[in-house]
């Protein structure tokens, strides 16, 4: 009986945070002035650093003391968005991390600020300007000891995380004139940056590739293109396919209201592993009425390079940790 109201309660709440989050566009929050909520000020000790290698696969603290354990190679930084935990059952960082290192031999430094992702997201985007600049100096401090170069870098960041992995990238630049080598926005937040110029949002400037998957455009994501390369998945917009019945019975609320959103992270740690294609097209409309069969294709996720601009449509449903894609490579002629 316990349970049975518990199961109600949680498809009650389920709902309502799902039509309060995904589906009544998040009214109050755009109107209001950043600034207008008070905050506590921003404390050092609230971002801190993990990493994890070949060598040592789970994460131990990086610091400003221990920056001799970083070894100059490719690096993987990841910065999750609003709500996302960084450690624990329900975060992406232990997928991501372990995809990463059965590929290849990575540094893969996890940002760790979830006490500032976690009050309300008005108040989170508040701190986004602090959090750059510490991810950005300690980039700059590792730069300065040889243990990375900037080209080498590759920071994604999801939701909120990919307005601070695109800052990181303009601060690094305007302080060190050097582009970093690439920007992944999985999702990009709407909250506080509808009407962000440039330089205060992720940005196609922020590094020689920026790559944006959309999933909730419109909704919890900004619909917009703004990358080098934009990915518009199932058109970009919610729900996404998964995203509505099953998900209810799950007793991970936040999960449910923000499913569409995040489902574009778990699309991307797919494609760490697996080909995903992309076909070039000017909207959702001409690709499925298959108008645009004959363009380009670019990979998705993880392999997008530096080869392809502009914005790409797929279509993809996945479950049980696999995924179908209704993009197949163009035939030579
Ligand atoms: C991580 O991967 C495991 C096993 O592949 C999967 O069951 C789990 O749902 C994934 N979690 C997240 C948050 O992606
Ligand atoms: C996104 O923008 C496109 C083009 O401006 C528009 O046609 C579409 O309806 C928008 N989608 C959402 C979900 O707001």
């Given at each position: 009986?316990?349970?049975?109201?518990?199961?109600?309660l949680?498809?009650?709440?389920?709902?309502?945070?799902?039509?309060?989050?995904?589906?009544?566009p998040?009214?109050?929050?755009?109107?209001?002035?950043?600034g207008?909520?008070?905050?506590?000020?921003?404390?050092p000790?609230?971002?801190?650093?993990?990493?994890a290698?070949?060598?040592?696969?789970q994460?131990?603290?990086?610091?400003?003391?221990?920056?001799?354990i970083?070894e100059?190679k490719?690096?993987?930084?990841?910065?999750a968005g609003?709500?996302?935990?960084?450690t624990?059952?329900l975060?992406?960082f232990?997928n991501?991390?372990?995809?990463?290192?059965?590929?290849?031999?990575?540094?893969?430094?996890?940002?760790?600020?979830d006490?500032?992702?976690?009050?309300?997201?008005?108040?989170?985007?508040q701190?986004?300007?602090?959090?750059?600049?510490?991810?950005?100096?300690?980039?700059?401090?590792?730069?300065?000891?040889?243990?990375?170069f900037?080209?080498?870098?590759?920071?994604?960041?999801q939701?909120?995380?990919?307005?601070?992995?695109g800052?990181?990238?303009?601060?690094?630049?305007?302080?060190m004139?050097?582009?970093?080598?690439?920007?992944?926005?999985v999702?990009?937040?709407?909250l506080?940056?509808?009407?962000?110029p440039?330089?205060?949002?992720?940005?196609k400037?922020?590094a020689?590739?920026?790559?944006?998957?959309?999933?909730?455009?419109?909704?919890?994501?900004?619909?917009?293109?703004?990358?080098?390369?934009?990915?518009?998945?199932?058109?970009g917009n919610?729900?996404q396919?998964?995203?509505?019945?099953p998900?209810?019975?799950?007793?991970?609320?936040v999960?449910?209201?923000?499913?569409?959103?995040?489902?574009?992270?778990?699309?991307?740690?797919?494609?760490?592993?697996?080909?995903?294609?992309?076909?070039?097209?000017?909207?959702?409309?001409?690709?499925k009425?298959g108008?645009?069969?004959q363009?380009?294709?670019?990979y998705?996720?993880?392999?997008?390079?530096?080869?392809?601009?502009?914005?790409?449509?797929l279509?993809?449903?996945?479950?049980?940790?696999?995924?179908?894609s209704?993009?197949?490579?163009?035939?030579k002629?």
């Open positions: 009986m316990q349970n049975l109201l518990k199961k109600v949680t498809v009650c709440l389920a709902v309502l945070l799902y039509s309060v989050q995904a589906i009544v998040p009214a109050v929050t755009c109107q209001c002035p950043l207008s909520t008070i905050v506590p000020p921003f404390n000790s609230d971002v801190s650093f993990t990493i290698t070949r060598k040592s696969p994460p131990v603290p990086l610091n400003a003391n221990n920056l001799e970083v100059n490719p690096t993987k930084i990841n910065i609003w709500l996302q935990l960084t624990g059952p975060s992406y232990p991501i991390t372990r995809e990463y290192l059965q590929k290849g031999d990575y540094n893969v430094i996890l940002v760790h600020a006490k500032l992702m976690t009050m309300l997201e008005i108040e989170s985007v701190y986004v300007e602090p959090i750059v600049q510490t991810v950005a100096e300690m980039l700059i401090s590792l730069r300065a000891e040889n243990r990375l900037f080209n080498n870098v590759h920071i994604i960041g939701g909120l995380g990919a307005h601070i992995a800052l990181v990238g303009l601060y690094i630049y305007r302080k004139n050097e582009q970093i080598y690439r920007v992944t926005a999702e990009v937040s709407k506080g940056f509808e009407s962000a440039a330089d205060k949002r992720v940005d400037m922020d020689k590739i920026v790559d944006i998957y959309h999933t909730a455009a419109g909704t919890l994501g900004l619909n917009m293109s703004l990358g080098t390369i934009d990915f518009w998945i199932n058109g919610v729900p396919p998964g995203c509505l019945a998900q209810i019975f799950q007793e991970d609320l999960s449910i209201g923000l499913c569409s959103f995040k489902m574009s992270i778990w699309y991307y740690v797919y494609t760490i592993r697996f080909v995903v294609l992309g076909e070039k097209c000017n909207s959702y409309a001409n690709f009425a108008l645009c069969e363009n380009e294709r670019a998705f996720g993880d392999e997008s390079g530096t080869k392809y601009k502009g914005d790409f449509y279509d993809l449903t996945c479950s049980n940790q696999k995924c179908v209704n993009v197949k490579p163009l035939r002629r």
